[in-house]
């Protein structure tokens, strides 16, 4: 059975950091892309930026380049999305999914964890 379990959200002020991990288990974590995913109240999800299997290959959607640091350890089976300057927009359920594509479409991917809430106050 695959799980994708979300960890390290919170609540912070604007310019504040957090750290999200997703721990994976039940599939080989290195043969899959691993993205991570954020959904406002009231809005479509949003790919944020995803990660290719050997960990070589990175994409950010463009409200969070320069600010968001994806990495992964495949040793721990573990995904990390390091997010620093934090904005109100950043706030949301974040996900982690996994695919094998290489892409940043929702579509694209067959597992997803439950989330983990960021919310970021001015």
């Known amino acids: 059975q695959v799980q994708l379990v979300e960890s390290g959200g919170g609540s912070v002020q604007a310019g504040g950091s957090l750290r999200l991990s997703c721990a994976a288990s039940?599939?080989?974590?290195?043969?899959?892309?691993m993205g991570w995913f954020r959904q406002a109240t009231g809005k479509e999800r949003e790919g944020v930026s995803c990660?290719?299997?050997?960990?070589?290959?990175?994409y950010y959607s463009d409200s969070v380049k320069g600010r968001f640091t994806i990495s992964r350890d495949n040793a721990k089976n573990t995904l990390y999305l390091q997010m620093n300057s934090l904005k109100p927009e950043d706030t949301g359920m974040y996900y982690c999914?996994?695919?094998?594509?290489?892409?940043?479409?929702?579509?694209?991917?067959?597992?997803w964890g439950q989330g983990t809430q960021v919310t970021v106050s001015s």
């Open positions: 990660i290719s299997a050997d960990g070589y290959g990175t």
């Open positions: 039940g599939l080989p974590f290195d043969d899959f892309t």
């Open positions: 999914a996994s695919s094998k594509l290489w892409s940043i479409e929702a579509t694209a991917y067959s597992y």
